[in-house]
């Protein structure tokens, strides 16, 4: 594999336009990455933007701070999936974890992920909250609850994506789920420690940088 077909080429913030999306999306065909990240509002817009091409698109719901209803996010998840996602990126309820509520997690994650059917799941359990003992509980809940991937942070913590992070994932999910590297990776040697940690997908909004550098 090259190093754009594990690149989420990704835009989330508030102030993105509309030509801004047109702009990742171009970017992202242009160089081949795998999927572009948007928001829910340019699901629609992303998807027309890369009708033709092989970029695959994520929607993110539940974003950033993952509080809101579960009814809320499997709606948000369903409309993503009408709209053309591929893929979708879920936030956990980072309060409930801290609460213990462990089976509330699982169950919110379960229904998400027989709403959005065969299209890919990744869990964003956004370890600059949690403990370690909280981030192995919250991949071992995303692996029995049938996700296809465990995912570092949203961007928008206190904190992103780490190597030792990553590694405390890579043993719990093993080969049972992938990883998704997220928040910081801005260059390619930092992109490539990911990649040989076992990482299968890197979101970031550095992707030509990591791309078109050697």
Not at 40 to 46: E, R, T, V
Not at 99 to 113: D, R, Y
Request: hydrophobic residues 40%; charged residues 25%; glycine residues 10%.
């Amino acid at each position: 594999m090259q190093i754009q077909d594990y690149i989420d080429h990704t835009l989330l913030k508030p102030t993105a336009t509309i030509s801004d999306i047109e702009k990742l999306c171009k970017e992202a065909i242009d160089h081949k990455f795998y999927a572009v990240c948007v928001n829910g509002s340019y699901a629609i817009l992303a998807k027309r933007q890369l009708q033709g091409s092989k970029v695959k698109l994520a929607v993110v719901i539940g974003f950033p701070l993952g509080a809101m209803s579960t009814e809320s996010k499997v709606f948000e998840a369903q409309d993503g999936i009408a709209h053309g996602a591929n893929e979708i990126d879920m936030v956990i309820n980072v309060g409930w974890m801290k609460s213990g509520k462990f089976n509330l997690v699982q169950q919110e994650i379960s229904k998400i992920n027989k709403a959005i059917g065969e299209k890919v799941l990744k869990v964003i359990i956004e370890t600059c909250y949690l403990t370690k003992e909280e981030k192995i509980k919250a991949c071992e809940l995303a692996l029995d609850a049938g996700a296809d991937f465990v995912k570092t942070s949203t961007g928008f913590g206190t904190g992103g994506a780490t190597l030792k992070d990553v590694k405390l994932m890579k043993d719990v999910v093993g080969s049972k789920a992938k990883i998704k590297a997220s928040g910081g990776i801005k260059d390619r040697a930092t992109a490539l420690k990911y990649i040989a940690l076992g990482v299968s997908r890197i979101g970031t909004s550095s992707g030509i940088i990591i791309a078109s550098t050697e």
